[in-house]
Structure formats: structure tokens, C-alpha cells
């Protein structure tokens, strides 16, 4: 499935690399990402700095506290400021995590859903008010896991497929998600792609993890990417194709030219896999 208007490699916009990023955007960097809630409705230099991005790079948005899966009512009125962001803006895919993020008060955890019947009709129903409002169908990343809910009456890959199925909406893939969790969970990573519903895939994301002292692995996005992971996209390009992918990267952030390479090795794969489809055509 194509990305509307977002090809290529991309990195998440962070304030920290604006000044380098002004002296010149690396080659390989063909987008951004950036989590709405973080710059809708910022003004002064904040603003200027990200229109002078958005007037010659397309942009993602990439959502951190819709709390899709939770128990609150769903926030409308942050749904409408984002999607007048991303009017404002021209951005045209917007993407959140399939999870928990809120009860009384925001959690500031991305948490799991249980894989039920029951919560994925849940989650689903507001997917679908969540894309009525913004006018466009969004993409639904698989989450990080670090606990196992009780009472599952599938797998998390089922669980994916119901409610991508139920909602009509898309799938975000992210790569080192499903490493982590193989890794704590003890499972395949790449059987658990295949078995998401891949053609409705839209957006993957990159990233590096930590390891704890027990084993535990930690989606924190503060490291480089690891061989495993590069593999796995590669296993993943083959799957979907060379579609648009950004690496995360939030924490010990490093100089510019650093991610720079990484997300030169994500193109490099993009280009990989799509020359055997232009040699065949």
C-alpha cells in the first residue's frame, strides 16, 4: 500500500537537531516525522523553524497520546487540532499506537491492550470515530510490550489483524517493536509480520533498544539500530516493499551525521529491494 505523498527514509524531527538541520538536511533524509501534540499551536521561533521544514520536506505525524485503546471518551478536541495542524501544514498520514495511554489522568506509558474480542471491538470503534473526524484513514503501529494482559483469547498478531479489519484503517510497522517483544516474549519476530495483515501496511519505523541487566529488552529509542533489526526490515521490505520509513530516535540523541548514516542504510535497503522490480519492468 502507498503512502500518500511520503516516500523514502525519514527521521523523527526533534528541536535538538534544528541547528544542524539549518545548515543543511542530509541527502538520505527525504521526510520527517513528529508527534503533533508537541508543536500544534506553538508559536514564535518553534513555529517559524518548522514551517521553514514543512515549506520543503514532507512531514508525518505521528500521534503519543490519543490513548486509543483506553477507557476516556475519546479526545475530540485534540483530534480537531491535529487535523487542522496537519492542514495547515499539508501533512497527509497520521499514525498512532495500538495501546493504553490514560484512566483519570494521562499515564505517560504506552500501554497493552488485552487481547480480547471485546477490547478489539473497543479499540476498533474508536479508530473509526478517530478517522471520521479527520477525514482519512490512519495507520496503527504495534506497540512495545512488556507485560502480557490476562484472559487473551488470541494472539497479538490476531488481535492486530481484527482490528485493522474491523476499523478499515492501516497498519504502521514498526520493526524493532516486533523485535522487542519476540525477544521478551520468546517468538519469531518474522512469523509475527507475517501474520499481521501486510497489505494494508502504510509506514514502518526504526529504532534502537536498551537491554536490561535481566535480559529485558526496552524500546527507548536512545540507540543506534542493531544487526538483527536491520535484518528484519530487510525480511520486511521483501514482504511489503520499500515502503516510506523513519527512524526514531528520542533519547542520547548523537550529532547529525550519525543518523545521517543510519538513515542512509534504511534508503540503501529501499533501493535494494526495489531494483529487481525495476529490472522486471
Known amino acids: 500500500m502507498k503512502s500518500p505523498g511520503i516516500s523514502g527514509a525519514g527521521l523523527g524531527f526533534r528541536r535538538e537537531i534544528i541547528p544542524d538541520l539549518k545548515a543543511g538536511v ?3 533524509i527525504g521526510f520527517f516525522e513528529l508527534a503533533p501534540e508537541n508543536w500544534a499551536d506553538v508559536g514564535g521561533r518553534s513555529a517559524k523553524d518548522l514551517r521553514s521544514f514543512t515549506e520543503r520536506f514532507p512531514f508525518v505525524c505521528h500521534g503519543l497520546s490519543l490513548d486509543l485503546g483506553g477507557p476516556r471518551p475519546l479526545d475530540v478536541a485534540l483530534l480537531k487540532r491535529i487535523k487542522g495542524f496537519m492542514r495547515e501544514h499539508g501533512m497527509t498520514l497520521y499514525t498512532e499506537h495500538l495501546s493504553w495511554c490514560g484512566d483519570d489522568g494521562h499515564l505517560y506509558d504506552l500501554l497493552p491492550m488485552p487481547c480480547t474480542h471485546e477490547a478489539a471491538r473497543w479499540v476498533a470503534g474508536r479508530i ?3 478517522q471520521d473526524i ?4 490512519i495507520g496503527i503501529e504495534n506497540a512495545s510490550r512488556y507485560i502480557a494482559p490476562p484472559g ?3 494472539d497479538e498478531a490476531a488481535f492486530i489483524r481484527t482490528v485493522i479489519g474491523e476499523a478499515d484503517c492501516l497498519l504502521h510497522l514498526d520493526v524493532n517493536n516486533a523485535y522487542v517483544n519476540s525477544r521478551n516474549f520468546g517468538f519469531d519476530p ?3 509480520i507475517e501474520a499481521l495483515p501486510l497489505e494494508r501496511t502504510c509506514y514502518l519505523h526504526m529504532a534502537g533498544h536498551y537491554v536490561e541487566a535481566d535480559g529485558v529488552l526496552v524500546d527507548t529509542h536512545g540507540a543506534a ?3 538483527p533489526v536491520w535484518a528484519l526490515l530487510d525480511a520486511a521490505y521483501a514482504r511489503v516493499g520499500p515502503l516510506p520509513t523513519c527512524l526514531e530516535r528520542d533519547f542520547n540523541i548523537p550529532p547529525l551525521d ?6 542512509g542504510r534504511i534508503a540503501a535497503a529501499q533501493r535494494r529491494i526495489a531494483a529487481p522490480v525495476r529490472e522486471a519492468a
Open 26 to 28: 542530509p541527502s538520505a
Open 152 to 154: 487473551a483469547e488470541m
Open 134 to 137: 479527520l477525514g482519512m484513514r
Open 258 to 263: 550519525e543518523l545521517a548514516v543510519e538513515v
Open 190 to 192: 518474522l512469523a509475527f
Open 225 to 227: 539500530v542493531i544487526d
Open 128 to 130: 473509526r470515530q478517530a
